[in-house]
């Protein structure tokens, strides 16, 4: 059983609208997805340029700062419409293995971003230099697994269901 | 339609298979994360909003394979998604939406889009462009959450 400020949480007359109505929800999952849609890819193409692999006409630097404040905005609008989604559920969510898979990935994505910070940070040396270092390939391909990690425990979180209790389909659906 | 009124979908693998069907949703958003990110990036750039040093074309071209991996990713999961249960997407709201929407989508792509953004690096015509192929694939995306709920 979740804790009672889990259920409370759920309770609330906010959280209880949002879930029960056949519109917000949707519409709220639609632009949680619609960010994902817009900026997840901005992510690989910035490692992927990193790596050497994708657009190697042009700087580094170009792709990597010019992205940056779009990836931002990006990551602002699905994890706003993320914490929205499991707000309204978070009952329901809280014994959901998966979904504790998700937030230590998260967590790993932001110790990812501490430890490579001087990657980024002084990313026009990359222009600079003859190869990429290793480093920097290192960060962009960690980079890429835990995103598409994030991705894949995400959409499993809808197929899981706590063993022994009938299931309420309409509140398990994605 | 009548085509899939005789098939039978219960023994499809992705209704026998317990990972099937997931592993086909991750792929298909991976596949649009890439497709609409790519074309994202065009789009920032012919709205006037960044990545200025680089030309619209230059970014299209640099896009171009990477586009159409996302986007052949997304063609191949979504009718093996379509799959699992043919006549119930055939009905769906959501579904003819965002079918409406991707051709649409695809054709002004590879069209339209194609020309300005090769063409053109500011103006009216580059924002007008912009914000179309914007507003198409959102609407296909919205589309494609809207299946679960209609």
């Not at chain 2, 317990?18 to 497709?35: D, K, R």
Request: hydrophobic residues 55%.
């Amino acid at each position: 059983m979740p804790p009672e400020f889990v259920q409370a949480l759920q309770d609330m007359s906010i959280a209880t609208a949002l879930r029960e109505s056949a519109l917000v929800f949707p519409v709220i999952l639609s632009l949680h997805l619609t960010g994902m849609g817009l900026f997840g890819g901005l992510i690989l193409m910035t490692d992927l340029r990193i790596l050497g692999i994708a657009l190697t006409k042009h700087p580094v630097s170009d792709i990597v700062n010019g992205l940056r404040p779009w990836k931002h905005l990006g990551l602002t609008l699905t994890a706003t419409c993320g914490a929205l989604l499991l707000w309204s559920k978070a009952a329901i969510y809280y014994p959901n293995p998966y979904l504790w898979i998700k937030l230590t990935l998260f967590a790993l994505i932001i110790i990812h971003s501490l430890v490579f910070r001087g990657v980024y940070r002084n990313i026009g040396d990359l222009d600079r230099s003859p190869a990429i270092p290793g480093r920097a390939k290192l960060a962009a391909a960690l980079s890429i697994v835990l995103w598409i990690s994030v991705v894949t425990a995400g959409r499993w979180i809808g197929y899981w269901e706590p063993k022994g209790a009938p299931v309420n389909a309409a509140q398990v659906v994605n | 339609m009548a085509l899939f009124l005789a098939y039978d979908p219960s023994s499809n693998p992705l209704n026998t298979n317990e990972w099937a069907f997931p592993v086909c949703e991750v792929l298909h958003i991976l596949g649009f994360a890439v497709g609409i990110g790519t074309i994202t990036m065009v789009n920032i750039r012919l709205l006037g909003l960044g990545l200025k040093k680089e030309s619209p074309a230059d970014l299209w071209k640099g896009t171009f394979p990477w586009t159409l991996a996302g986007l052949a990713l997304v063609l191949i999961t979504g009718p093996l998604i379509f799959s699992s249960d043919p006549n119930m997407y055939l009905r769906n709201e959501g579904f003819r939406f965002k079918i409406t929407m991707l051709v649409l989508a695809l054709l002004y792509h590879y069209t339209i889009y194609r020309w300005v953004a090769l063409n053109k690096t500011s103006g009216g015509a580059a924002v007008m462009a912009g914000l179309i192929s914007l507003l198409l694939w959102i609407s296909v995306v919205f589309g494609g959450i809207f299946i679960a709920f209609v």
